[in-house]
């Protein structure tokens, strides 16, 4: 029964304190990007250690991390990034188009583990020192071995563990490459360069212009995905994905401890772990689980989970989404909000015959297969709602609130695309000043189709605002008039938000997106809903500053 | 009972809103005219042709309303949240979290949509519902049994009633029909009642949508108060507050109404689904069928599907940027004006209706004859018993044992008409609505929409004898940026859990040219197997027969409608 007290506690009345516990996590805010070390020479390492898990589980791992400093960290901007000795996934490995990669691997792995190495699908690998393995040159316990390759191609792909590999990737020695494409004339004339920005072709605007206004640092790696014009980006995220199953780990502690000392390859010193029957307890985007997942990127609390899954966007913002399979199950990742653009799996752009366009297809859950990685390309705008997000009026109102009362100026695209300064940038403006409540709420115009219910109805969620508008002033509008632009000393004025739980910043209005694996039995974590496979995404109102550096 | 939290989180709203919020918990939401559809243009009761874009124009009230050349009509769905009994194949009763109809209950009897127009959803059931309707008034006797689904005839909202309080105060005048109802009636349909697939939704591009959802509480689970929310799955761009994700937005309690408005997304096959504790509510069964039909099914006889299409991109002398598909503007739409202009016109299709797609086209390649909705699931018994039975739920050993198409297994599957199951109130309920069973005219084409709801295994479905042409993916036509369908032939599709796709069953001769075949490759009479190749999936728990199987029947003629609740002649 203590289970059943667990779980029912979090799932059907323990949102509240699933959100307090998150709230005090979300002090800080917290992101992602795409953050790993730089080469082209990566000394590594494979080790062991304890992974965290939000049950309070300590789940004994083995994973790859680096061999002393690395050359470097990216993106720059992100200052407190760490490399420890064993992380999972392991370092993600950021190098670009052209460059020569060498990978030093030692294997510092308990004797009885045996030899490991590394493969890189999708390179020509060259490998020197080491022993003779099946899938590629191994280290011995306590020797190296070197790859070397050609970082032939721009995109993602994963890495990991070609020794023993029902085991070893189980226990988490896996990771990512990530190639940054050389551009050309061409890419630079579409998306611009890290420094100058651009205007992504796929949506007039210019979303970078509009970050630098509002002081947001970039945390991209590059201007493009790849040398192609239409892989402009924005922002961007990683996910790996893979499952674990406590009792392959605990199994395998058991026999690392009895073997202890043992001397490699001698009788007796080897590892005989059942990989099946296969009961994943554990989810994992990026070696963690919800909420875990997202608390920030390198956080104290996961020394060997250094990478999060928290992503945010500001509307019409294209933003590149790095996912890769790394367990060996498959799980439909399922973007809440939008489609996803397939731009290229396992690093091969997928382009029409002509090679000027996307031929990648338009999914809603994206699936994730072992060992294989995709480049998509998401967006948000909040187009076709037929009303207005943001409860905008159509005449000023009579608290004098600067923000209630916005142009929309509609590009070729439908967009007010005119002014990156504007608090309603990328607003779609078919539907501006469109009332959605046939009452007002608030401040906010009635006469729209809908007629809210009595809230009491309700049960709101930690990522509510209290009130379905975006924008930094609408859910004050739409409840009491903020204090700040009051006019009247009669009227009741609120600096709350209306929920007054949100588990995000004080100041961040926000909408907030699931982004989750539809196998939903993967959202949980060790028995307890909710957990996994989960994670928030959030679109953020322009003025709202995303930094992805803590 | 209220819940605290959602009282101390409210309070506020409640000061500021109570002036403005309606007394009524249970209520139902269906405008007969709004900015959108207003009913001194266009006729909300029906769905006008599409001869182009809406023309908008910026209203006195600064925003854009349509002025001429409305396109959509107004949709209304009522469902209820709850709970009930299924059979499985092998005749065990089985417990669920469930969605209910509440509006459309003979449509959705007779295995079609719940979605109704407001004169029809705005209707007063002329007598007093019984508990078990439909099935009761239909004389249902057993699950084989469902009595004669021809007696019940009323698709209005359940409970719908003149608001008489209104009346009296001189703010309406009768019959008042703004969505007040009778509580007794909706908790006498709405309890023990649920379907699975959960209630079917179909709409129209262009359409206004108001789904309303009305939390009745599970009768067998009187320990837990559970909120229900609706998440349409896939809806592009969706606002967080429609979303149905109770963290970032708002669930609602037993005793409440929500009405979910949608404008009708780009045509495709998506689905909806509960999205509170998902593995638990989705397992359980809160999972239904949710399509949207193609602005091309309007276009007029004769007229250039091309044309259409390209009116619609924004390619015509009136532009609506909603509707438009840019590929160089915009990274995520699918329906771009193909490549090639294959010069077809809308016309009729085998059973002499106007020809219907799939997708906006613009070029005939996802026309169909006949529909069919599909939804792969499966269910644990032991979850359900243990869902059942106030126990510990284990999600780590959840394994689907009954694989079910649209909540049946073989040979359930090729029933026709609804299946009841008696749940514990002791009256007989509809509680699997939607047969499997595919008939296909000779030389027809069938659009079956398929999705997957399992929470925790993909299934694969495959087809012995007629191809399948997947033509659309995530409810997104297969198509590149240049126009080139990317569309292909397929005896088998795969999907994991909350994914979906379209593929056209082509029975046609279309293999042997235009001058057709000597003999008929898929004859009239014959039966072809629609089945997964999941071997261990072709069972029903013990029972080494069965599970996700279900017949293609090939027709001399298809009569009485074009999808379940059709006669193969």
Redesign the interface.
Known sequence: ?R??TM?KAI???G??LA?TALALFFVAAAYAATPGITGPTFNLTAQQAYLNQPDGAAVYSWGYGCNGAPTGFAPAAITNATCLTMQVPGPTLIVTEGQTVTVNLTNSLPAAVGNTSIVFPGFQVTATGGVTGLLAQEAAPGGSVTYSFVASSPGTRAYYSGSESDLQIEMGLYGAVVVLPTGNAAVTAACGTLTSGGLP????GNNRAAQVFWKETDFRLAAAAYDHP?TCYDREYLFQWAEMDPNIHAQALAQVQARTGCTAGAPGCSLNVPTEPY???YFLINGRSMPDVMDPNYAAEYPHQPYNGNPHMHPGE?TLVRSIGQGRW???F?E??????ILARDGNLIL???G????G?????T?TTPGSAFDG?????????????YGHH??PDSFGDPLAYLPCT?D???YNTGAPTAVNYFE?C???????EL????DV?G??????????????????G???YLGPDASLRA??PACATTSSATL?C?N?Q????Q?NPANERG????WHS???????T??V??GGMLM?ML?DSREFVIDESN | M??G???S??L??????SG????Q?F?V?C?TS???HPSTLTNVNAEPAYSGPTT?AINS????APTANVNGAIKCQQVSGGDGYSTMADGTQTFMFSFGPLSGLADIANGQAGTEFPNVFNTVYPGTLKPGDPAMSDGATSGASPGSPSLFTFNGAAGLMPDLDAIASGACTAPCLD?HVDPRQIMDIGVMNGNIPAPLVAFDEDD?M?LTLTNVGMLMRPD????HTIHF??Y????????G?????????I?????Y?Y?A?DAGTYFWHC?I????H??MGMVGQLYVRPRQDRVPQGTSLYTALQQQNGLGTTVD??TAC???????C?AFTPAINTGLNQGLDLLGNPQRYVYNDGDGSTAYDVEYPIQMHDFDPNFHFVGMTF????????RGKYFLLNGRSYPDTVATGPQATMSSDGRMHYSQPLPALINIPAGGKASLRLVNL?????HTLATLGIPMKEVG????L?R???G?N?EFYTNSITL????SLDVILDASDAGCGSAGCAVKLYPAGSVFYLYTPNLDHLSNDAENFGGMMTEVHICNSVTGGSTYGNTCN
């Open positions: 029964m289970e059943m779980k799932s059907k009345s949102w509240l959100a072709p796929t949506n007039a239409k009961k994943p307890a294209m498959q799980h439909p399922h809440h909000a939008n489609h996803v653009r029409t015959p002509s000027n366009s996307l031929a297809i338009l999914m809603f859950n699936d390309i998401f967006y948000f705008t909040g187009r076709g709602l037929n009303w207005d997000p159509p005449a509609p070729a695209n439908g779609w078919q539907d501006h000043n469109k009332p959605m009452n007002p709420l608030g115009a006469g729209g189709p809908m007629t809210l219910p009595d809230p009491n109805i309700f049960t709101n969620g930690a990522w509510y209290g009130n379905p409840t009491a009741t609120t709350l209306p929920a007054n739980m588990a909408w907030a997106f699931m539809h196998n939903e039995r993967e959202i949980t060790n028995n809903f909710p928030m679109v | 209220r819940n939290y959602a009282l989180l409210s506020l709203l409640v000061v500021i809103a403005i919020a309606n007394s918990s209520r939401q405008p709004t900015i959108t908008l009230n600064g925003f854009y969505g206004e108001f837990l108060f559970e909120q799955h896939g592009p761009n969706a606002s967080s507050f429609y979303d994700v109770p963290d970032a937005s708002v669930a609602i309690n005793g409440g109404s929500f009405t408005y404008l997304p999205h504790t998902p593995p638990e989705l397992q940027l909603r840019n590929p160089n503007n915009d990274i995520l699918s126990n510990p739920e284990a999600f780590v050993d959840m399992s929470v925790e295994q993909y993916f995530n409810a997104k297969l590149d940026q240049e080139n990317t994991g859990g909350g994914e």
